[in-house]
C-alpha cells in the first residue's frame, strides 16, 4: 500500500472514530479503537505495583509477571498519530478538549515522550460522512 494513501486511511479512521464514539477521547485511545498495532515493552527490576501502573498510564496491559520482570503491552507511541490529529483539527473536523488539570497532566506525564497520549480530542465535523452515505445508499 502507497505511504500517502495508509496516512490518508488513517487519518479518515481516526475522524470516523471520534465522530462515532460521540464523546472525547485521548490520543492513546483513539489508537487502541483504530487497532493501530501494540508492542510489547520488557521491565526489568520493576515492582508489580510500578509495573502495573506504567501499563495503565499507557492505556496497556500487564501481560505477564515473573518476580521484578514484568512483559507490558502497550499502544503505539502517540507521537505517530498526534500529527494527524493536528492535521484534522486545522481541517474544522475535530478539536483540542481542555479543561482543569490537562496543562498539568502534560507537565507532570509519568513517561515524557507520551505527553500527546493526554490531549483529548472531540469531533465538530459534519455528523455523517456524505461519501460514504452515497456509497451506502447504492446498496
Not at 514484568?70 to 474544522?92: K, M, N, R, S, Y
Request: net charge neutral; proline share 6%.
Amino acid at each position: 500500500m502507497n505511504v500517502g494513501a495508509a496516512v490518508i486511511a488513517t487519518r479518515d479512521q481516526l475522524a470516523a472514530e471520534l465522530r462515532e464514539a460521540g464523546r472525547p477521547l485521548s490520543t492513546m485511545q483513539l489508537a487502541a479503537r483504530c487497532g493501530i498495532p501494540w508492542h510489547t515493552v520488557r521491565l526489568v527490576d520493576a515492582s508489580c505495583s510500578w509495573a502495573q501502573a506504567f501499563a495503565e498510564h499507557r492505556y496497556g496491559a500487564v501481560l505477564e509477571c515473573r518476580g521484578r520482570v514484568h512483559t507490558v503491552a502497550v499502544p503505539p507511541l502517540p507521537g505517530l498519530i498526534h500529527p494527524l490529529l493536528v492535521d484534522l483539527e486545522v481541517a474544522g473536523i475535530i478539536t483540542r478538549v481542555t479543561g482543569p488539570g490537562i496543562d498539568k497532566q502534560l507537565e507532570d506525564a509519568f513517561v515524557r515522550q507520551a505527553n500527546h497520549a493526554w490531549v483529548s480530542w472531540r469531533y465538530c465535523g459534519p455528523r455523517s460522512d456524505p461519501e460514504f452515505d452515497a456509497v451506502v445508499a447504492g446498496f
